[in-house]
């Protein structure tokens, strides 16, 4: 896709230092690195997440289109927000184990471990709350700033002019257990980048940039789809792009 960038943003927390943030160009069907940083402890959590912001703008006012590909949940499953609104009556708790919780886990997110064995840390029983919420925070200051921010699939399915935003997750972009072809395909490619990066936190970054640098150079009918036989809350609860 002409006139794009690509965004890669490890999410680390609100108030540590892991958060990164990778910067691709896409080039010729490869990707150019423009920049792979790190964040340093900030003085407050508002402070990290203005800083945040800057970044993201500064680098998408210069391009049509914006492909943000961001490591952490930007939702809550919807049975565990359903239930903080009415803690005075707890429903039975029909299950069994962790990943059939649907307080702990989104329906996607059940839906990645039955197809890969991959299974994602759980934004409400793990410790992945603030990195939801700072995420969130980043897309509000975008908002206020009136800057065009397409969350998808809440807000399109389809990419559109502005900042497109979705979830990634670089733990199924590495070969495993259950390695798929497309994703041994991506993965060589990726390694020719990966050296750029200097911690593991901005190496997860680079790989969210890469993965949306990888599927923008894609046929337009088949990038950043999701997965035909998955009965979804996509557009609620939403969806964790990758190879399955």
Not at 212 to 240: C, L, Q, V
């Amino acid at each position: 896709m002409k006139n794009s960038i690509c965004i890669g943003w490890d999410v680390g927390g609100m108030h540590g230092a892991n958060n990164a943030l990778a910067v691709t160009l896409t080039k010729n069907s490869g990707a150019e690195i423009v920049e792979v940083k790190g964040y340093r402890k900030p003085n407050s959590a508002e402070h990290l997440a203005q800083e945040i912001a800057a970044d993201i703008i500064r680098y998408s006012m210069q391009f049509e289109y914006t492909l943000l590909s961001i490591d952490a949940p930007l939702r809550f499953p919807n049975a565990f927000v359903e239930q903080m609104q009415q803690l005075n009556n707890v429903k039975p708790l029909d299950f069994n184990n962790q990943i059939n919780n649907p307080l702990a886990y989104r329906e996607s997110e059940t839906f990645l471990f039955e197809k890969t064995k991959k299974r994602p840390l759980s934004s409400t029983f793990d410790q992945l709350t603030s990195l939801t919420l700072l995420v969130l925070r980043v897309f509000q200051i975008l908002k206020d700033e009136s800057i065009g921010l397409n969350q998808m699939p809440f807000d399109n399915f389809d990419l559109v002019k502005g900042i497109n935003a979705f979830e990634c997750y670089p733990g199924n972009l590495k070969p495993g257990k259950t390695e798929r072809l497309e994703q041994l395909k991506f993965w060589k490619w990726a390694n020719l980048f990966l050296e750029k990066a200097k911690s593991d936190h901005q190496k997860d970054a680079l790989l969210c940039a890469l993965f949306a640098a990888y599927e923008t150079n894609k046929n337009a009918a088949t990038r950043f789809k999701i997965e035909a036989d998955f009965i979804s809350k996509a557009s609620t609860e939403g969806w964790i792009y990758g190879f399955y």
